[in-house]
């Protein structure tokens, strides 16, 4: 079984954004680049979100052209389509992780 995925010249910036504009599936992306750029077992990614609810946000971000989804037996892997993104959007995801990691950290006090 195949799912599909958009071509590199297929991924469209605004559905990009549309798809990293959600908190789960940016949180999904970040740790898909921490780990790396090898497959991560969708299982890994229960942390964030229900199976069913990481399903359909797995989905949006495949649909979206920001991952890849191979299928193998009853298991899924995912992978970051950085240089898919880095070709048509360069250094728009690098900027995207970076705010992401910077949100979740405490304001400092300027006072």
């Known amino acids: 079984m195949s799912l599909p995925h958009p071509s590199t010249d ?26 790396g750029d090898g497959p991560v077992s969708c299982s890994h990614f229960l942390i964030f ?14 649909e979206a052209g920001v991952t890849r989804t191979e299928v193998c037996g009853t298991s899924r892997f995912t992978t970051l389509r950085r240089a898919d993104l880095d070709q048509r959007f360069p ?9 992401a990691s910077t949100a979740d950290e405490p304001e400092q006090d300027t006072a």
């Open 10 to 35: 297929q991924i469209n910036l605004s559905n990009v954004l549309a798809a990293l504009g959600d908190q789960t599936r940016l949180a999904i992306v970040a740790e898909l680049a921490r780990m």
């Open 49 to 62: 979100a229900s199976k069913t609810n990481l399903s359909y946000h797995l989905g949006k971000l495949r």
């Open 91 to 99: 250094d728009l995801l690098a900027s995207i992780i970076a705010g």
